[in-house]
């Protein structure tokens, strides 16, 4: 049989059974998704396209970082750079999806608590040992463990988060306390003090605010105040959870103490209560910075002091990082590697900033984790909301980067909001989440 | 039979089992796009949720290489997890609380809006209103109108000499705003199905009963209420599923809290599937969910039809 079409060349058709056509029609889906993937490989040869994905994600963020990758794509013409992002609450579903669909990305941006499930599924490709290296000389100790899961640098380290306490200075002076608590008891009689009533006995300005319903807001706050009692989270091989230690249930106990008081309050994720002023005090991660610098409550009425510390005890702050990987199935994972040495390296000289430096702190007013980026930024890292922080580096400890880590750390939340709201002791509150910590770790040491 | 009579016999018999293949082709052609979409986008979709609920897979890796676990996932949910238990009783607390609330309320108000009542086209849109209006921005504003800190609510309270709540941070208060603000979201649409089944209801049958001298209740007990059962099933029904599946409400509104008292079990699945990437786990609980909706409605069904 042949027809002809509309360029008059003839096309031949052959006969197709109903078998045929049924199993063609079946196999349709395989065929173009095996032609999809061929598009992307064929195209890799002559030149190449990289999918960047991240959750930096607003104009003021996206717009710089742009500016970046087209200054480095001006300076290597066969490369283009596709920047993705989505927001932070999506993010792990889209790279979980991108990576089913065969859509993943060459580079993730990705948050360091999921580098246990990424490597363990082997969606991150390892760095070439010239990275690993530049990686472990030019970052802090802190920052590379973050950075590293089975002994192993998986990726760049972006902005650096660490927690201290963040203090409304003009309650403070109203209460008549010159000093920031730097010690468990001061820190439960600064609460009550800062907290004011009205004639009915209600709060109109709390003592301390819980951000409760937030995992992170709840556990780095506690564990913070955990290693500044001198106790530990998890041991060392992560075969047992250790945060129930009495440290732990003394920390538990100091925060539903405050509760008791009354001299907090449990705020949500908008921490409106603290920006408007209505709050004394509370612990948290330095990237709030941008936030308060937009509020109406000024920065020249927030101090930031060091983690209270229990008896023997001193302040350990909480740690966390964010940072540049490349996906295992990437087609141009060595371009990938070379274009993220280039984004993290000093421009010129070794006391220039990177890139990458340059935008955390312009675009996120973060602490970029590269110690080089720190020097060289060193007047906008000296701003006295932010100098705390980057000193407190020099002890802060990763937050624990452990198989299972995030349900871990959501059961270990829920178990804090259920002693702070009495329904359980801190002991047996926390007890309980380390049995459940227990479980998982055994379950996925065996997996 | 004889051959003879076979070769005699068979080209009609072939004639007519063709005629009725070429029917038979025809109707599967016609129904094929439906059946297509139903296997692709439902029945698909169904077996697949199955099949990795017996599997431990966390979306990262291929399909082809998750563990095999059996019942392990069922068997951990029913014996193991607490939180499963806890999630399931709040729904269910939910969904008793807005079926019984939402059905009430909503049937109250269309037997005053199907009677003589002025302004009675302002009232149906007034209460339909909250339905046209989005989840989440109900939820942003509700949570403004309840903070129990300085919620509009219990400044509204304290002006009538009332003693101000907790509302969404207390473990008793919680579960029942949530209702409260559901029922608030939902009402209207409900009433306008229970006006329409009202207005179905004949005239006549009202002026007989009132001339044998029934009083109001008689004529609601027995010629409204048993009248409107086919309305009844209907939003029982779809309030039982919308309540059993309920997430974006609790999810914006309160996060689960405070102290999971208000977590209810789609947004457990969510949590156990997109946060902590347990894939199987999370796809045994939409099964086991799937068993209760299935059956609290053959349920439903049964009962609210039993008299027909």
Known sequence: MTTSDKTGNRMFMTPVSRRRFAQGLAASPFVFGAASRGVRTTYAQDKVKLVVLTHWGSAEQKDPLEKIFAEYTQANPNVTIELQTVAFDDLLNRITTGQLGGEAPDIYHFYNLWLPDFVGSELLAAPPDDISTDVTGAYGEGTVGGASYNSKVWGYPTEVNDYQLIYNKKAFQEAGITAAPTTFAEFRDTAKKLTKKDSSGKVTQAGFMFLAGWDSGVVHPWTSLLWSNGGQYVADDYSKALFNSQAGIDVLQLETDIVNDGSSIMSTLTDA???????????MANWWGATLRASSLGMDNVGVAPIPHGEGGTPIALQYEWLWGVGNTSQNADAAWTFLKWLNNPRDSAEA?????????????AIPGRQSDQKAHADLLSDPFVKPFVDAFATSKSEPIIPGAQEIKTNLQKQIESA?????????????????ADRILKEKAAS | ???????????????????????????????????????????????????????????????????????????????????????????????????????????????????????????RAAFFMPYVTAPVAIAIVWRNILDSNWGMLNGLLARVGLPEQPFLDSLNQAMPSLIGVSVWHEVGYYMIIFLAGLQAIPYDLYEAAKLDGASTWRLFWTITLPLLRPTMLFVVVV??????????????????????????????????AFKFLRMGRATAMAVMLFGVIFTMTMIQLRLLRERE
Do not use: C
């Open chain 2, 1 to 123: 039979m004889t051959t003879a009579e076979q070769v005699l016999v068979r080209p009609g018999r072939a004639r007519a089992k063709r005629r009725v293949n070429r029917r038979s082709l025809a109707g599967y052609a016609f129904v094929a796009p439906a059946l297509i979409l139903l296997v692709v986008f439902a029945l698909g979709p169904f077996l697949f949720t199955i099949w990795v609920s017996l599997h431990s897979w966390n979306m990262l890796t291929p399909l082809t290489t998750m563990p095999f676990e059996g019942a392990g996932n069922y068997s951990y949910l029913l014996n193991d997890d607490a939180l499963f238990r806890e999630t399931f009783g709040n729904t269910v607390y939910f969904a008793v609380g807005n079926v019984v609330v939402s059905v009430v309320l909503a049937l109250s108000i269309a037997l005053v809006l199907n009677g003589p009542i002025r302004l009675r086209a302002f009232w």
């Open chain 2, 239 to 272: 309030i039982t599923l919308s309540s059993l599946q309920v997430f974006d409400l609790p999810f914006i509104l309160t996060q689960g809290g405070p102290v999971n008292s208000t977590n209810t079990l789609v947004m457990y699945m969510y949590e156990t």
């Open chain 1, 273 to 283: 209560d603290f920006e408007s002023g209505r709050v004394g005090m509370t612990i």
């Open chain 1, 353 to 365: 900033s990177s890139p990458m430096g340059e935008f955390l702190t312009s675009a996120l007013n």
């Open chain 1, 420 to 436: 702070w709201a009495g329904q359980e002791s801190p002991t047996d509150a926390l007890n309980t989440a380390a049995q459940d």
